[in-house]
């Protein structure tokens, strides 16, 4: 009976540890890498390589309305990436965040930091 008492007993406390360490994954993944779950964006950074400029448009093509632009040099604040018409090779287009949402070709931005996430 003592032992079965026993055996109880170290059950509850790994079952509470097991608990805790898959409580505690998630929280710390999360903590990470905000992603727009609250109040805090995540945004990652790339630079402007058109030396013409670059222009932002409402859809991931050329065919897309411009809704801004960047002058060459440009630090420009990307949300994610999507596929896209393709441009001198690259159909990916990032999603970037100019005080509304617009896309522009990957072609013509280089990455600081890692690589988007896609949307």
Avoid: E
Wanted: with cysteine; aromatic share 8%; glycine share 14%.
């Amino acid at each position: 009976m003592l032992q079965s008492k026993f055996r109880k007993i170290a059950v509850g406390v790994a079952t509470g540890a097991i608990a805790t360490l898959a409580a505690a994954g998630p929280a710390a993944a999360a903590t990470a890498a905000p992603t727009g779950g609250g109040h805090h964006h995540h945004f990652y950074k790339g630079k402007v390589i058109a030396h013409s400029g670059l222009l932002l448009r409402s859809a991931p093509n050329k065919g897309g309305h411009v809704v801004g632009s960047k002058p060459y040099g440009a630090i420009v604040k990307i949300k994610c990436k999507v596929h896209g018409q393709n441009i001198n090779g690259n159909n990916r287009w990032y999603v970037l965040k100019d005080g509304h949402y617009a896309f522009a070709s990957a072609r013509y931005i280089k990455n600081i930091g890692p690589a988007p996430r896609w949307c």
